[in-house]
C-alpha cells in the first residue's frame, strides 16, 4: 500500500517570506501523480499544484512551486512571498496511474503578519 | 453555482440513527468518491464509483453504505450511526476519459456529529 507522509503538523512563516512544506511517499510504482491540496478555515479543498512522474521538470503555479526528487520519493511544496491569505492546511496526495487517491496527515501552516 | 453540492453542510445526530449525506454534481464527471477527513490524519477513501453500476469499497468502507442513483448523485448512509463516525465527510468528482492527472473536483464538506 502507497503511504504519504508529512512530518510538519505545524508550519509558520512570516508574510512576504518563502517556506517549504515536506511530503515524502512510499511506491513501488513508476506511473504516478502528485498533488498539493489546500483546505482553508471555509474547509473547501483546492488544488494547489501537481506533477506527473514522467516529467523531470518541477512544476510551478504563480508563487507555488514543487521539489519534485523521484529517487528520493520527496516532493516539497515550496511558497513564496507568503500572503495573510495562505494559511491553511496542506494536503499532500499521492495516485497510482491507475488507483485511487492516498493523501497525507497535513501541514497547517500559519502567516504570521 | 458550486459544481459539487453537498446535503446538508452540517448534522447533529444521535447514537443508532440512520443518516444519509447527498452528492450533487453538475460536472458530467463519471467518477465519485467519499471521503471522511479526521484531525491527524487527512482524509480516508470510504467508497468509490466509476459509474451507476460500478461502486468499490476504499480504505474504511465498514459501518458505510452507498448509492450511485445517477452518474450526477451518488449518496453516503451510515445504517446505525456511532460516536466515532464524528467527522467531516466530502465527496468529489474526477473526469478520466483521457490521460493525464486527473484532478478531482471537491465538495464543501458536511460536518457530521454523532452524540
Known amino acids: 500500500a502507497q503511504t504519504v507522509t508529512q512530518s510538519q503538523p505545524e508550519m509558520s512563516v512570516q508574510e512576504a517570506e518563502t517556506v517549504t512544506l515536506s511530503c515524502t511517499y512510499d511506491t513501488s510504482e513508476s506511473d504516478y501523480y502528485l498533488f498539493w491540496y489546500k483546505q482553508p478555515p471555509s474547509r473547501q479543498m483546492i488544488l494547489v499544484i501537481r506533477?506527473?512522474?514522467?516529467?523531470?521538470q518541477n512544476a510551478t503555479e504563480n508563487r507555488f512551486s514543487v521539489n519534485f526528487q523521484k529517487a528520493a520519493k520527496s516532493f516539497s511544496l515550496k511558497i513564496s512571498d507568503s500572503q495573510l491569505g495562505d494559511a491553511a492546511m496542506y494536503f499532500c496526495a499521492y495516485r497510482p496511474g491507475v488507483g485511487q487517491l492516498t493523501f497525507g496527515s497535513g501541514t497547517q501552516l500559519t502567516v504570521l503578519p | 453555482d458550486a459544481d459539487v453540492t453537498q446535503t446538508p453542510r452540517n448534522r447533529i445526530t444521535k447514537t443508532g440513527k440512520r443518516i444519509m449525506l447527498e452528492c450533487s454534481q453538475t460536472k458530467g464527471h463519471d467518477r465519485m468518491y467519499w471521503y471522511r477527513q479526521d484531525p491527524g490524519l487527512g482524509l480516508r477513501l470510504i467508497y468509490y464509483?466509476?459509474?451507476?453500476?460500478?461502486?468499490n469499497k476504499g480504505e474504511i468502507s465498514d459501518g458505510y453504505s452507498v448509492s450511485r442513483q445517477a452518474q450526477a448523485k451518488f449518496s453516503l448512509s451510515l445504517e446505525s450511526a456511532i460516536p466515532n463516525q464524528t467527522a467531516l465527510y466530502f465527496c468529489a468528482t474526477s473526469d478520466e476519459s483521457g490521460r493525464g492527472a486527473y484532478e478531482q473536483y471537491f465538495g464543501p464538506g458536511t460536518r457530521l456529529t454523532v452524540t
Open positions: 464509483s466509476f459509474d451507476v453500476k460500478d461502486i
Open positions: 506533477q506527473e512522474a514522467y516529467k523531470q
